[in-house]
């Protein structure tokens, strides 16, 4: 089955410094891959995606993910985290091929950014 | 462009009554799916809905649970006899016909069940 993994549960980062948020992939055949992030009591936002083509992905408020075949990870980055970048941040994989868009989501990632 | 419209964003009921949660896609938008989300957890999908077709019900519980997406009007998504269980955060999200893969979230409804 189509499935994603968010090996943390929160991610600490000083405000300024580079974060990272790590997801890796099981998939059968090629995977569309998404990021989104979730503030308090709010929907989610989508960040990216990738479908196809260039292995570094540039999204929303200046995160970028970088697909990685060999290693089934699909990690999101930022170069310089915000405070306004603390939220809980979601890997999801669509789950079956052509005719069905369905997500299967990850758990989820706490960032907190420390001014 | 109005977003993806979710009401009630709260919804309080005691066990044994009717829920029923109501989405508005985006405009131009002809799919709709429907997540839960419970505490602690990621989203589960639900179902997923064409106008008037349910093309994927995989994720509902299978009874007392149920979606429509009407040819006019909102999604709904309907928990008959709710029990403590139920209580999550309810997403709908919704993606244009020429688009499908990117999905587009409201901002949930909350139901929590006494």
């Known amino acids: 089955a189509q499935s994603v993994a968010q090996p943390e549960d929160q991610v600490n980062v000083a405000e300024g410094n580079p974060l990272t948020v790590k997801c890796t992939y099981s998939v059968s055949g090629n995977p569309y891959l998404f990021w989104y992030v979730q503030y308090p009591n709010r929907g989610l936002q989508f960040l990216l995606k990738?479908?196809?083509?260039?292995?570094l992905v540039k999204g929303s408020y200046g995160f970028e993910a970088e697909f990685n075949k060999s290693q089934t990870s699909f990690h999101l980055k930022k170069p310089s985290a915000l405070v306004s970048d603390s939220a809980l941040y979601f890997c999801?994989?669509?789950?079956?091929?052509?005719?069905?868009?369905?997500?299967?989501f990850g758990k989820g990632n706490q960032v907190v950014v420390i001014p | 462009n109005a977003g993806v419209m979710q009401n009630p964003r709260h919804l309080v009921r005691r066990r044994g009554q009717e829920a029923r949660l109501r989405c508005s896609p985006m405009k131009g938008h002809s799919h709709v799916y429907w997540y839960r989300q419970l505490p602690e957890e990621g989203l589960k999908f639900m179902v997923y809905l064409q106008k008037e077709n349910i093309i994927d019900e995989s994720g509902m519980p299978k009874e007392r649970f149920s979606a429509e997406f009407p040819k006019e009007g909102p999604s709904i998504l309907r928990i008959q006899q709710v029990v403590r269980g139920d209580s999550a955060a309810y997403f709908c999200?919704?993606?244009?016909?020429?688009?499908?893969?990117?999905?587009?979230f409201g901002p949930g409804t909350r139901l929590l069940v006494l």
């Open positions: 999200a919704s993606s244009p016909p020429n688009n499908q893969e990117t999905q587009y």
């Open positions: 999801a994989v669509r789950v079956l091929p052509y005719g069905n868009n369905r997500l299967a």
């Open positions: 990738y479908i196809t083509g260039d292995n």
